[in-house]
Nanobody, 117 residues
Framework: VRLVESGGGLMQAGGSLNLSCTVI????????MAWYRQPPGKQRTVVAA???????YYADSVKGRFTISRVNAENSVYLQMDNLKVEDSATYYC????????????WGQGIQVTVAS
């Protein structure tokens, strides 16, 4: 199973980015999915998660600004990030698994998001 992320990059504060994660090798419908982020020198933490039901989880720091969604037919999960802040800058990772709200069984390679002031 592989997770392939796309959509990162450089954005001005207040702008938006949409991250995509496609699952290759398994049907996404068997997994809880999540996005994590890891700023330089800091721990990796879960940002948002979406279950099989689906229900959602958001870290307090992104509530009201980020939206996670999944399209099982596309075998993909998305993270719409609005009103970006400088502190959102990090490497973002897609993850799949059984644990809730922090699945950790399979990881993507990571994608960089940089928010400029």
């Amino acid at each position: 199973v592989r997770l392939v992320e796309s959509g990162g990059g450089l954005m001005q504060a207040g702008g938006s980015l949409n991250l995509s994660c496609t699952v290759i090798g398994k049907k996404i419908g068997i997994y809880n999915m999540a996005w994590y982020r890891q700023p330089p020198g800091k721990q990796r933490t879960v940002v948002a998660a979406i279950s099989l039901i689906p229900s959602t989880y958001y870290a307090d720091s992104v509530k009201g600004r980020f939206t996670i969604s999944r399209v099982n037919a596309e075998n993909s999960v998305y993270l719409q990030m609005d009103n970006l802040k400088v502190e959102d800058s990090a490497t973002y990772y897609c993850a799949a698994g059984i644990k809730w709200p922090a699945p950790t069984a399979v990881w993507g390679q990571g994608i960089q998001v940089t928010v400029a002031s």
